[in-house]
Structure formats: structure tokens, C-alpha cells
């Protein structure tokens, strides 16, 4: 809320993030990042103009604070087509950056969702300028300079258009996201290495990002010793001192590193020298150069390690380790990992038992142990939403309860008749007064991401109630959503899922069993978001499952054969235990 009191005075938001208040909470003056020289001179110049004006700026912070609070209501309109859906599609396709990949504009972001949306109207239109929108833009993040090549993980954005020079803050929602959208993108592209990006993102959460109880920090600071980026930059003599005489110099040429470097002096790390280009370059042969920088990869962590390191923001919150365990949970199943689903298991075990409070109520964030805030929208949306891709990895029904029980709590605690959903939970103080946030920003909208979630719980469930409220929900925001385009892409998503055919598959057979597993793999090697899976023993659901998953009841292997039944509300499709067969009957409405 006080971001967007800020927005609406100075035309411009971020963080970090400064606001002056009156006694009662409302914001009368605001900036974002201030020098410290120039904060210190506005504090006074703030307190000198409240201690003369109290009472304009009284006035002047009550008329800020009821903008802030009014909510745009279009009120319901017809149901959202798949021509609007096209239409955001194609408008944000046209601000699509040809040379370097990402969308135009000087500093370059991410925006994993806005991919995932487009990666999403390209698998159910076949859509080939997305496609290759979505190729140019992964390859670009990818090797660039955005990419920490020897960690793993991404910065926050780059400051110029070619992803090379990032601000060198890595967090935790960036990543998470970066994760889910390269694995599904190297399933629906059919390019491989992506999931190499994906798993080399979820290892540097792993190894340097999560706390000791399974919980996943922050951020790390983008300074390091008092100087940006200091951590992650290289000269040619270093690169040398590392690799040693003979392979240095073909190691500089594949990481970018050169003399008078790209960033003060020195070089910011990129992967965009081809290995056979380097190798002819220095009189080598191609595997050699294609081996190299994971041979000598780990030799320039351990040096890098040895350098003061950026400080690591030890919060916990809730919506953000969603987003993680959503990347874990699908890597998991999609990569065959069982790392990945353990690493799944303790932060979904970690959040339900930290991060809800005596009523069952979400806490915004925990640090050392210690709770802060009431949860908001986003943290039960994104925490359910982890939690139903953890009951798919894994067939944990307890996963699947606890995400029906968030879900239903959700709209219990932000349900509102005039904001739809509210970012605030009811009863909750709200300073600014309750207001419903439709945009996307670094996370998805709550209510975009709970949208998600109770769609993808009523396939399972068949529960009515859930499915209509999402077609409600889109109704009331559908011109909106049309205005907004690609600023609302996970509403964008829920209406292109919602127009599209959907459906539950079970499979029914022994867990572990041979050809279970090759049924699962069917699935995974598609990861279709427009399908939800549910597995079951051969012999059938149990009552607790069947409570759970109505759609499962009844069905069971046949002949001692693991099958699979795809399944729309009302109607299952024929079983087939051949996974090519299981593919063809997911792919029905989809190109891939």
C-alpha cells in the first residue's frame, strides 16, 4: 500500500523504499532510494515542514491514503474469450526486444511470469513468434551477465538492454521463478539444457540460500565489502592464477573475461563464446573446450569464496518459499531428483509448522524463529499453489489436504465484495484501508496465483463452487485485464486456462513399479499446466483419498498394467497403460 502511495505521488516506485507518516499512519511525503547525505538532509526538511504545516499535510495524507484505498470496479462483464487472451498475447509480443531477447527498455527484467503466460499461449496456439520470443530471451538471460555463472543463481535485473551488467542483488522469488519457467520451457521447446539452468538455480538455492531448518532466505545484498558487485567480477590474471598457464587463457575467452573488462576494470562473467569458436581460437580441440568450465568450476568457487561475501538477508517469508517449493516440487517429478522432492518436503513441513500461528492463520515472515506480520494474499496463494505441486511430485495426500484447507481459508479470511480478493486478510489493521493489489509485480498478484490454485484444486475435487468463482473473478476483472495486458499476465494465464480444455489424470497403479513410473514420466515430460495429477495404488483410492479426489474413485490398474485416465469434469477418457497414448490424451486442445 505505501509503495503504491509513493507510485501515485512521484510517479515512479521501488525499493528501496522511504515514507513519511503521520501518527495515524498515512503517508504524506515518500521517495524511493535516497543517498544518505540527501536522506539526512530531507528528514529535516520533513520535520520542519510537519512541525509548520501539520494540519495541510494532514489533509493532504487522508486524500493520498483514500486514493490509495479506491479500488477500480468494472463490475461483471461477459466471460473472458480466448481472443482477449490472444489480443494481451500479441500486444505484449509487439514490445518484444528482436536483438537481445526480453522486452524494450534500457534496463532489462526478468519477468518470469510474463514468459510463462506467453510460453503458455504458444503451447495452446502454437503461437512461432512466442516461441522464438521465449528461445531468444532464455538464451540471452542465460549466458549473459544476469546469470552468476559460477553460483548458479540470477541477479536482480541488468541496467542495460543486452543482459550484461546486472544489479548484483540475487532473490529468492527471481529464482524460484526462473526455476519453474526454464523447466517447463525445456519440456514445451523441447530444449534440453534449459533444465540444466533450472537445476543449476535450484542447487545454488540449496546450497546458499536455505537456513538450517529448510526454509529459504531472502536475498543477498548486491554490495560486497562496501562495493557492488566486488563478489562476481574477474580479471584475465585471476582467470590465469585459477586455471593455470595452458588453460587460462581458452577459460577467459569462455567466460568473457578480457582485459579493460566490462565492469570497472573487470569482467563480469557471460557463456556466450561457443565452445568450438574458443577452441579454434586457441589451437584446442572442441570437447576439450566444451569441458572445461565444469572442470575448473569448482576451483574458481573455492577461490571466490575466499573473498567477502554479499550479506544474506536471513528472512523467511512465506510467499516466496511458496514459489521455491513450487520449483522444487516440479523438478523433483519433471528431472527425476530426489534431492529436489526431500528439499520439497522440508520447507512445505517447515511453513506449516513456523509460519501458522494458534487460529491456522499464515505470518507474513519469520526470521531466527521469530514471527512478523500477518500473512497476506500472496503468502496463501503462493503456499498453496506449492503445496498442490507437492501433492503431484510426490502423490502425498497430505499435501493435497493442506492445500485445500489454505485455499478455502484464503477466501474465507480476503474475500470481498467489492474487491474481489483483498491483499489484507478481514479483521487484519490496514493503515491505508483494505485494497485489493491486481498487478503483477516480482511475485504474481495474490488473487492472480489463488485463481490458479482453486482452478487447479476443483479439476481434482470437482468441486463447483471453486470453478465458478475463478469464472467470476475474471468476469469481474476481464476489462480491466484487457486494459492492463501483460502488467495483470498471471490473471492473463488464469483466463487462457480457463478457456482452454483442462483435465485430471490418475494414474492407477503400484508406486515405484516400473511401469508407473513410465506413465509419470509421460506426464512430466510434458508438464502441462492445464492438467493436474493425481496417483493412486493399483487396487484404487482409499476413503481419504477419495474424499480428496472424486475424480479418482473408482479407477484402478487393469491386468496387473499401471493405466492412466485422463479425465474432464463428468467424464474420464479410455485408460491406456501405453505412455505414448496417455501423451496424445493430454495433448488434446494443446499444440505441446
Avoid at 533444465?195 to 538455480?201: E, K, P, Q, S, Y
Avoid at 585471476?238 to 568473457?256: K, N, Q, V
Avoid at 492407477?508 to 495404488?537: C, H, M, Q, S, Y
Wanted: glycine letters at 10%.
Amino acid at each position: 500500500a505505501y509503495m503504491a502511495a509513493v507510485t501515485a505521488q512521484t510517479g515512479r516506485g521501488g525499493w528501496p523504499l522511504s515514507v513519511f507518516l503521520t501518527s495515524d499512519l498515512q503517508p504524506f511525503h515518500g521517495a524511493t532510494y535516497v543517498p544518505r547525505a540527501r536522506f539526512l538532509e530531507l528528514c529535516h526538511r520533513v520535520d520542519e515542514a510537519y512541525r509548520s504545516h501539520r494540519g495541510e499535510l494532514q489533509v493532504q495524507a487522508g486524500q493520498l491514503a483514500a486514493a490509495v484505498a479506491a479500488a477500480p470496479v468494472d463490475g461483471e462483464g461477459p466471460p473472458v474469450a480466448a481472443e482477449t487472451v490472444e489480443f494481451i498475447a500479441r500486444q505484449g509480443l509487439a514490445h518484444y526486444d528482436p536483438e537481445w531477447g526480453g522486452f524494450l527498455q534500457h534496463q532489462k527484467f526478468p519477468t518470469p511470469l510474463r514468459w510463462q503466460f506467453l510460453l503458455h499461449h504458444h503451447r495452446r496456439t502454437g503461437d512461432p513468434q512466442a516461441a522464438a520470443a521465449l528461445r531468444r530471451t532464455l538464451e540471452a538471460m542465460a549466458t549473459g551477465g544476469i546469470r552468476d555463472h559460477l553460483g548458479g543463481g540470477f541477479h536482480r535485473y541488468t541496467v542495460e538492454e543486452t543482459w550484461l551488467v546486472p544489479h548484483f542483488e540475487i532473490m529468492l522469488y527471481d529464482n524460484a521463478q526462473l526455476a519453474s519457467l526454464y523447466l517447463e520451457a525445456g519440456a514445451a521447446l523441447e530444449q534440453p539444457w534449459y533444465l540444466g539452468v533450472a537445476r543449476d538455480v535450484l542447487d545454488f538455492l540449496l546450497a546458499e540460500m536455505r537456513d538450517g531448518e529448510g526454509g529459504f532466505c531472502a536475498s543477498f545484498d548486491a554490495d560486497s565489502g562496501g562495493q557492488e558487485g566486488s563478489y562476481y567480477v574477474w580479471t584475465p590474471q585471476e582467470i590465469l592464477a585459477a586455471a593455470g598457464e595452458r588453460d587460462g587463457p581458452l577459460l577467459a575467452t569462455l567466460l568473457g573475461v578480457a582485459p579493460g573488462g566490462n565492469f570497472d576494470g573487470r569482467s563480469i562473467l557471460t557463456r556466450r563464446v561457443d565452445a568450438p569458436h574458443a577452441a579454434m581460437r586457441h589451437g584446442r580441440e572442441p570437447a576439450e573446450a566444451a569441458a572445461l568450465f565444469d572442470r575448473l568450476r569448482p576451483r574458481l568457487r573455492e577461490i571466490r569464496a575466499a573473498r567477502t561475501a554479499p550479506a544474506l538477508d536471513r528472512k523467511i517469508v512465506t510467499a516466496w518459499n511458496g514459489l521455491a517449493l513450487s520449483a522444487l516440487a516440479r523438478a523433483s517429478a519433471q528431472l527425476d531428483e530426489p534431492a529436489y522432492a526431500a528439499a520439497a518436503r522440508q520447507v512445505a513441513d517447515r511453513l506449516w509448522s513456523a509460519h501458522r500461528d494458534a487460529r491456522g492463520h499464515l505470518v507474513r515472515a519469520t526470521t531466527d524463529g521469530r514471527a512478523s506480520g500477518e500473512g497476506v494474499l500472496d503468502d496463501y496463494a503462493c503456499l498453496a499453489e506449492g503445496l498442490l505441486d507437492l501433492y503431484q511430485a510426490t502423490g502425498d495426500a497430505a499435501q493435497l489436504q493442506r492445500a485445500g484447507e489454505l485455499l478455502d481459508l484464503a477466501v474465507e479470511l480476503f474475500a470481498d465484495d467489492t474487491l474481489g480478493f483483498a491483499l489484507t486478510a478481514r479483521g487484519v489493521d490496514a493503515p491505508l484501508g483494505r485494497r485489493a493489489e491486481y498487478f503483477d509485480s516480482v511475485e504474481p498478484s495474490g488473487a492472480a496465483a489463488l485463481l490458479h490454485g482453486l482452478w487447479r484444486a476443483a479439476l481434482l475435487s470437482g468441486d463447483e463452487a471453486r470453478r465458478s468463482l475463478v469464472i467470476e473473478q475474471l468476469r469481474a476483472r476481464g476489462a480491466m485485464l484487457e486494459r492492463a495486458g501483460l502488467e495483470m499476465a498471471w490473471w492473463a494465464d488464469a483466463a487462457l486456462l480457463s478457456v482452454s480444455p483442462a483435465y485430471a489424470a490418475v494414474i492407477a497403479g503400484e508406486p515405484g513399479a516400473r511401469d508407473t513410473r513410465a506413465l509419470r514420466a509421460a506426464f512430466w515430460n510434458l508438464a502441462p499446466p492445464w492438467a493436474v495429477l493425481a496417483t493412486v495404488p493399483a487396487a484404487g483410492a482409499g476413503e481419504t483419498l477419495r474424499a480428496l479426489v472424486p475424480v479418482a474413485a473408482g479407477l484402478t490398474a487393469r491386468n496387473d498394467r499401471a493405466v492412466a485416465h485422463v479425465c474432464r469434469p463428468g467424464a474420464c477418457g479410455a485408460p491406456t497403460s501405453d505412455s505414448d497414448e496417455f501423451a496424445r490424451q493430454l495433448l488434446r486442445g494443446w499444440q505441446r
